[in-house]
């Protein structure tokens, strides 16, 4: 199963070469037979890469310790759900994982894009090849999973006891459905470039592809922030750490890219900043790569430390962004800019929109590589963290969410913005009110954490304004307003809810950050200890044996004001005896959209042991607006209007009998 799992890859190989060139002399010749070859080889491209990564599945799943990826990152003790999600737990079968994606999207185009023009699907398919043959080759001659061992190891290594997690099934997933989902919207890119005509048409069939890779990402994101919160035990939800910023750059470019789309397929405008966006998205999405994949960071998401795998990523960033920017200057001087419109306009929204996004991905990106360029240059090891991104991130966004509810409010080509504002004065008394509340009812808030709830309500009341406007709520008879309600196009619920997910995201964010409590102590079974009110109790530790790690458990009973059980704490020290790598299991008790926190430190010599503890008031809403996110680009992907296939089926029904009766 092995051997045949990767001479799979090498027919993949073959066929990702044929597919990046066969199309694409069928395009410039105007052959149809040469561009129909591409949808089949890339569908059997696919398959072919789902028999290796299958193949590489089984050897994990059968404790296979004849392969070496095997051998480093598996125990036949392991948990069957951590066989099988350690599979893409290391630089090997994450890379196997990362082309399996990117074959699929590959097949996706080539069965969903059928009502593409025959040169730019043949275009698409053929850029999509050349990316696929590059990965496909940096697997195979640096990054091969299947090697064998001779004799096998009697025993496995273990995978890392961090990843040994639920959070490995869903985060990578998610986050290479998001990075490599933008593949399509380059390739698109290119595709237009090559064909040299790009129109409102071409924003209409990029943008469902955008939609589908901003939704994964934002998945991805919000579950890595989580995974990283509840499994490291440091009670933080983001770190500004350089790979955890590698992915968020693609979200605030990928963000940029699907409104600035809008313009260009609304208003025929933009045409030459969207292109540029799209090459952009997927180029941070390759540096992401390269940072995880070369070693030239130190994380707990980098795997790779071969120099070798750095210099090939390395030339596939400079191949792929190298040659599409050099394309986009060869023919950016032939484009068209698109159509005008006044400043004040849901098109100025878009791209003041767009402006505050661009600059903000720039300056993650430039404290993201500064320290790893004055290394380079001076060999000084430094570090840019949270006090830089905390003084140049947030006077981007604190504008940009403001300006957010205005947006889908102004009429397209000319709007008024004073008409608009007395739209919104209901949202905007209500987060005056919360500012209020939150002055007069919180313990200790200050001006700016009253400010941050304020925004955060603002946007929440500034979404449903949005509805509430275009479904005539309060102005015509509740029956007729839920029926405009339902008959809104999906698209405009995605924006609403998409935008409400973000206030969502946004009050999390202030209340954890503003009003949480932290304490540390020394505790022994039968002392309390008080925070935010209520009094945690330590019951006792007990030693517990999992499958393949050893662990004491600690068990605490939170208490209420007036002394009645909220709930109950489990924390933990483990240690996997393969690795005899320990690890803090926090212990986390939700009430309500808040969480109780409870890491376990050192013991010490009198029988006690430290005990860290927070309180966090509303930290679970930081998540739940990630989901909600998700849920608007999911509603938004329904709609009649963007799915691709559309154009071709109202075509042909207008060419039916019935059709040219009507």
Known sequence: MVETGHFALVLALALALVQSLVPLVGARTNDARLMATGGPVAVAGFALTGIAFAALVMAYVQSDFSVAN?????????????????????????????????????????????????????????????????????????????????????????LNPILQDVGLAIHPPLLYLGYVGFSVCFSFAVAALIDGRIDAAWARWVRPWTLAAWMFLTGGIAMGSYWAYYELGWGGFWFWDPVENASFMPWLAGTALLHSAIVMEKRSALKIWTILLAILTFSLSLLGTFLVRSGVLTSVHAFATDPTRGVFILAILVLFIGGSLALFALRAGSLTAGGLFHPISREGALVLNNLFLTTAAATVLVGTLYPLLVEAVTGDKISVGAPFFNLTFGPLMLPLLLLIPFGPLLAWKRGDVYAVAQRLMAAFGGALLAVLATLLLADGASVFAALGVGIGVWMILGALTDLVQKSALGTVPLAVAARRLAGLPRSVHGTALAHLGMGVTVLGIVATLAFEAEHITIMKPGESTAIAGRTLRFEGVSPVQGPNFTETRASFVLLGAGGGKLGEVTSAKRVYTARQMPTTEAGILTLGFSQLYVSLGDPTQDGGIVVRIWWKPLVTLIWLGGLVMMVAAAVSLTDRRLRVGAPARRAKAASSPAGAKA
């Open 70 to 158: 095997v051998w480093e990152n598996s125990h036949s003790a392991k948990p069957m759900l951590y066989k099988v999600t350690g599979t893409w737990g290391n630089h090997e079968g994450s890379m196997l994982l990362w082309v399996l994606i990117l074959t699929f999207f590959g097949a996706l185009v080539a069965v969903f894009g059928g009502n593409l023009p025959a040169t730019l699907r043949a275009n698409v398919l053929s850029v999509q090849g050349w990316i696929g043959a590059a990965f496909l080759l940096f697997v195979l001659t640096t990054s091969n999973p299947f090697i064998r061992l001779e004799p096998a190891p009697f025993e496995g290594r273990d």
